[in-house]
């Protein structure tokens, strides 16, 4: 685990808010040079504490007006069942996320689809064909938000 | 006024998600424009609101938030105002990191985030719990992301 300092969790912050502002930019909003923001920017990447970046699209404007979130419980489970489902389902281009969970489902996954009857092609033809594949529950998005999580309550200057 | 991406736009995009910490000249070099015609483009595509934002990624274990969980909510609707109220609270909760509100049978999603699962317990009592208008949650604990990509086959 890593500890961070009040300085390290500002320049996180402006971070998530735009990740393409410059080591100067981000310097002079917390108050250190450059030289020394362009450090800590690069050790908080060596850490992992940044892990690369996320890109933002309206996915509307761009013809991918639907997702789903669904949850998917496996008919068959056992070792070579789940490395069966996870190979073949993170093959499929409409499939932006994976996660093995426990609960109620064994996978949830997140889905990008024009409209919905481009998402009822994927379900039937790429989804309930998944290997193992047993109860599906399916939930449209209606909107969606990030939210900065604990960044903003570790540091109260 | 309504903007619609072009070819050339959409490749550039294709090119940012396929590797958004590309710097712009390797950006414009991977999708055939020029240094300027990239910027141009880019600003336009902000300014239009398509490109909303880049990010930096945290890895909250990185940071020791070992426990991540995905909570689906069902509220109780008799409330005309549950799902703003509901709403408001949850955004109050700082380990909520991510808000989905849904059409189905889940209203709303949201993941929390907790240092080990003491914290979790002690989040899930103190600020899940009582949350207002709840008359379902059920919980998905996270154990491995398999894959986690922005990418659209534009």
Partial sequence: MTALDPTDLAILRLLVEDATRSAAQIGRAVGIGQPAAWRRIRRLEQQGVIAGRRVVLDKPALGFGVTVFLGIKLAAKGRTGLQDFERAVTAIPEVQLVQHVLGQFDYRLRITARDISDFERILRRRIMTLPGVGQVEANVVLSEERRPGPLGALDTP | MIFMPDSTDRRILRQLLG????????????????GASL??????MREAGVLKGIHARIDW????????????FT?????????????????????????????????????????????WQ????????????IAELDAL??????????????
């Fill in chain 2, 19 to 34: 590797d958004p910490s590309a710097s712009n000249a390797q950006l414009a070099e991977r999708a055939g424009v020029t």
């Fill in chain 2, 39 to 44: 910027w141009r483009r880019m600003e336009r």
């Fill in chain 2, 61 to 72: 274990r990185a940071l020791g938030w070992e426990v991540e969980v995905s909570l689906r």
């Fill in chain 2, 75 to 119: 509220l109780d609707k008799t409330d005309p105002r549950a799902f703003d109220n509901f709403l408001a609270a949850l955004r109050e909760v700082p380990e909520v990191i991510e808000i989905q509100s849904f059409l189905g049978s889940v209203d709303w999603r949201a993941t929390v985030i907790a240092r080990d699962m003491a914290h």
């Fill in chain 2, 122 to 133: 002690q989040v899930y009592r103190d600020r899940i719990l009582t949350l207002p208008h």
């Fill in chain 2, 141 to 154: 604990m996270l154990v491995s992301t398999i894959s986690d990509r922005e990418d659209l086959p534009l």
